[in-house]
């Protein structure tokens, strides 16, 4: 199973850290964000798609403007991130680009992935940038956000992206060569764990605090990231990020780091949580036709095929999807709203920009969110 953890996997999120990125501190990285680059390059050419989350942008931030710790004041954290996030990016931009890949720099906050509009929205920019092998390269938005320079960590954000974007894979790139029993720096009786469940209370127990001055998670804040990636499908890996061509030799079937397995598949893990909603917001009433489709072909829901919507709902709801009778034929998330949805009935998707004043997606319901009764 560990050797497997990215063999297998078609989209990979790979987050890497402060100390990593910029060398302890003393500035951006060059030769290594130009050799992890050169790794992503060669997994995009094989078909694979890749996230990267990066921190790095305040302690580049730091380096550029003289600073030699860490200030406590939060505008003076919000200063250092808005010069270093510079840097971080350009750095990315050109190294990708010497290997033929293009990117895109896209900042978040913890806020944007709780609210269910522009969860949607980010999930959508993202999807459609990794449909133009465009690789995302993603950081919190510390120069806005008091409470993610605070108490937030990029580890948690790799858990959430690699949630965003329904990943196979989780790699978290750190400067330790992977998980341990305890501290090994302190206990030198420390045991190297090679594969667990991600979830495991007892790793949680024998994780210790922050390691780095630099970095704002220890051990402790990966092995929570494992766990919400855990929850919908998502293995985890915590290796050395200077280790040689980790990425290629970990896509290879190389078991390296610790392995931080999810117990439950990706689709599964998902429909579950559809079929597990007690309580939906509103339903769609479908033609025979439609009916047929769903259940005999597996087909998505398009809005040509409704004939009537029921309740109030918003984008991103769990809806039941019924027949002419009242049974429910299947539930799904919906790609619109009860309004919308009113608006698209019985149309064709050439009809919902005319409608809608804009276009969007062709399905109601697209058959990978939508799980039949």
């Not at 040689?244 to 998902?270: C, H, N």
């Not at 829901?301 to 009778?325: C, M, N, T």
């Amino acid at each position: 199973m560990a050797a497997s953890v990215l063999k297998d996997a078609r989209r990979i999120v790979v987050k890497v850290g402060s100390s990593l990125v910029t060398n302890e501190g003393r500035g951006v990285d060059a030769e290594a964000i130009a050799n992890w680059c050169r790794q992503l390059a060669q997994l995009a050419s094989e078909g694979r798609e890749l996230v990267m989350v990066s921190s790095g942008a305040i302690a580049e931030g730091m380096k550029r403007l003289g600073w030699a710790t860490r200030p406590k004041e939060v505008h003076e954290l919000q200063a250092a991130a808005a010069v270093g996030q510079m840097g971080l990016a350009q750095m990315y931009e050109t190294k990708l680009r010497e290997q033929g890949m293009g990117s895109a720099q896209v900042l978040l906050t913890h806020a944007d992935l709780a609210d269910r509009e522009r969860y949607l929205n980010a999930r959508s920019t993202l999807l459609t940038l990794l449909q133009h092998r465009v690789l995302p390269v993603i950081n919190e938005n510390d120069t806005v956000v008091n409470d993610e320079i605070k108490f937030g960590d990029n580890d948690t954000l790799g858990a959430l992206v690699a949630n965003l974007v329904e990943a196979d894979a989780l790699v978290i790139l750190t400067d330790q060569k992977g998980l341990y029993s305890a501290d090994p720096r302190k206990d030198p009786s420390a045991r190297f764990i090679d594969e667990a469940i991600a979830g495991t209370p007892e790793l949680e127990q024998m994780a210790g605090g922050a390691g780095s001055s630099l970095g704002r998670g220890g051990m402790i804040t990966k092995i929570l990231a494992a766990k919400r990636a855990a929850g919908s499908g998502a293995s985890t890996v915590i290796a050395w990020g200077r280790e040689p061509d980790v990425l290629l030799r970990l896509a290879a079937g190389e078991a390296i780091g610790t392995a931080l397995l999810a117990s439950t598949q990706k689709l599964a893990a998902r429909k579950q949580w559809m079929v597990d909603h007690l309580q939906m917001r509103g339903a769609v009433t479908v033609d025979a036709g439609a009916a047929a489709k769903l259940q005999g072909e597996g087909k998505s829901l398009l809005p040509i095929g409704v004939v009537d919507v029921q309740g109030e709902f918003h984008r991103g709801d769990v809806i039941a999807v019924r027949d002419a009778s009242g049974h429910e034929l299947a539930r799904g998330l919906t790609n619109y709203s009860s309004a919308e949805a009113r608006l698209i009935a019985r149309k064709p998707s050439s009809e919902f920009e005319r409608v809608l004043g804009y276009a969007a997606e062709p399905e109601l319901i697209h058959k990978n969110n939508l799980v039949l009764a």
